[in-house]
């Protein structure tokens, strides 16, 4: 049974950084798969935020590019989420999400395994 479990949301002022962590459980050979962050914010459609593949090929939105960095440590099954300069506009849900396609490009990936998300509220 996976799990990918979200965690480091929370509620900071414009300007401020958060690193969100997403833990695999369950996924057998964790350094084949491409791992992606999504977002959701009320009345708008998932995006894709960002994602790192197993050759460690990252992807990020525009918006983002610059502020937010991806990165994996394979050991740990774990992705990490470093957002720094967070605007209002950062305000989502955000989820992780797995998918054994790992060298394919990360934002076009079909992801088959999905967290169950950690809030974001970026607000002063």
């Known amino acids: 049974d996976v799990q990918l479990q979200a965690s480091g949301g929370g509620l900071v002022q414009p300007g401020g950084s958060l690193r969100l962590s997403c833990v695999a459980d369950g996924l057998q050979h964790y350094d084949y798969y491409a791992i992606a962050w999504y977002r959701q914010a009320p009345g708008k459609e998932r995006e894709v935020v960002s994602c790192?593949?197993?050759?460690?090929?990252?992807h990020y939105i525009d918006s983002v590019k610059g502020r937010f960095t991806i990165s994996r440590v394979n050991a740990r099954n774990t992705v990490y989420l470093q957002m720094n300069s967070l605007k209002t506009d950062d305000t989502a849900v955000y989820y992780c999400a797995a998918d054994r396609a790992g060298g394919s490009y990360c934002p076009f990936i079909p992801y088959e395994h999905w967290g169950q998300g950690t809030q974001v509220t970026v607000s002063s």
């Open positions: 790192i593949n197993n050759a460690d090929a990252t």
